[in-house]
């Protein structure tokens, strides 16, 4: 397509889309898989006319085929429909329009969309999206509830009326979006992230009756699961009834059965609460009058000891006690001093029987020389040598005579 174009030389428009037509015209045919959103089948015309939308974008493509091409499965296909269509782009020039050229139609079966919901609940599984450590707790008294449902339908009517049932004052941030077709997809996606946003939002319930399977598909895009896994706030899954499964119940933080049951799970009940506390206080004031019972015949007890009875006993049996050792320490004193004196006196007895006084007293004398030396042998004497005579009572002068031997 490219030409050599000025201000001064431009391309007209219809040898624009000419080109453009040229250049589509190459394009091979491909298949191409969407939901059908419109169709038209007029009498009598040989085209029919559909239009092919992505359910996860809001991105849609015009389709047209032969009349008998859309016969062979008119009876399976309708709106709503998901289909598998071989088809070549084509550029119709006059209105610079592009659309496939269906040659085939092929329904998706539910075994193959299940066969599809398999393998991209493996993957996301295998990226950690349903992991337990992901899931975060519920608050226990949510202040601000976000609700994500179909308008006036039964999901949103059970879940406002049993919430309010069982807390009054609850209240509720409701984004009404469609929970099935072509736009489900991004109106539920766009509606969670609001509500993720939302800075008084504490929980997120997303609501939608029961179902087929294909009309609780868009509850299994992997665009919708991805928007619920980077949500901050916890979310809870209430899509159908309980033996429905898609891929929401298994990254919300939890799964609820029913929408009646996410009311439950999310908002507690009042009167339990209620009763929960009288029962708590019950058991409280049990426990303390239990303690106070106990302390009080404790207190009974100790008051009933006889030296809490007559405190003064232990003082007069500690004085009693001292009493006697002072006795028993005088007693044992006065037998050692006893002892004592005997032993003494008969020491000193023996001391002055054994003295020399005493000795002087029965007739002895003590005779000394001049010096003082005491004569203790005869030939210590000389003859004529004066020496003193001491006896018991005094001393005197003598005169030694030596006799000679016989």
Known sequence: MAANTSPDAPLPVGQVSRLIGGWIDRLGAIWVEGQITQLSRRPGAG????????????????????RTVFDRVADVVSEGARVVV??????????????????????VGVGELLARLEQLKKALAAEGLFADGR???????????????????AAERDVLENARHRWPAVRFEVRNVPVQGVHAVPSVVEAVKE??????????????????????????????????ADC?????????????????DL??????????????????????????????RDRALRCVTAHLE??????????ARPCMERPQRMVDEREEQIAALTARSRRTLGHLLDRAVSELSHTHARVVALSPAATLRRGYAVLQHADGSVVRAADE?????????????GEFAVRAVVTPPA
């Open 47 to 66: 085209v029919v006319f559909l239009t092919l939308r992505d359910p996860s974008h809001d991105i849609s493509l015009s389709v047209t085929c032969y």
């Open 86 to 107: 071989l088809a070549k782009p084509e550029w119709y020039a006059p209105r610079g329009q592009l659309s496939l050229r269906a040659t085939e139609i092929r329904p």
């Open 135 to 153: 899931k975060r707790a519920l608050p226990f008294l949510p202040q601000l509830i976000g609700l994500v449902c179909g308008r006036a339908s």
């Open 195 to 228: 509500l993720d946003d939302h800075p008084d939002v504490d929980v997120i319930i997303v609501a939608r009756g029961g179902g087929s399977v294909e009309d609780l598909l868009p509850f299994s895009d992997e665009q919708l699961i991805r928007t619920v």
């Open 232 to 248: 901050r706030t916890p979310v809870v899954s209430a899509i159908g009834h309980e033996p429905d499964t898609p891929l929401l």
């Open 251 to 280: 990254v919300a933080d939890l799964r609820a059965s029913t929408p009646t049951d996410a009311a439950k799970r999310v908002v507690p009940d009042v009167g339990e609460e209620l009763t929960r506390v009288r029962h708590l």
């Open 294 to 303: 106990r302390e009080e015949r404790g207190l009974a007890a100790a008051r």
């Open 381 to 393: 004497v000389t003859a004529e040598e004066e020496l003193r005579a001491r006896v018991a009572e």
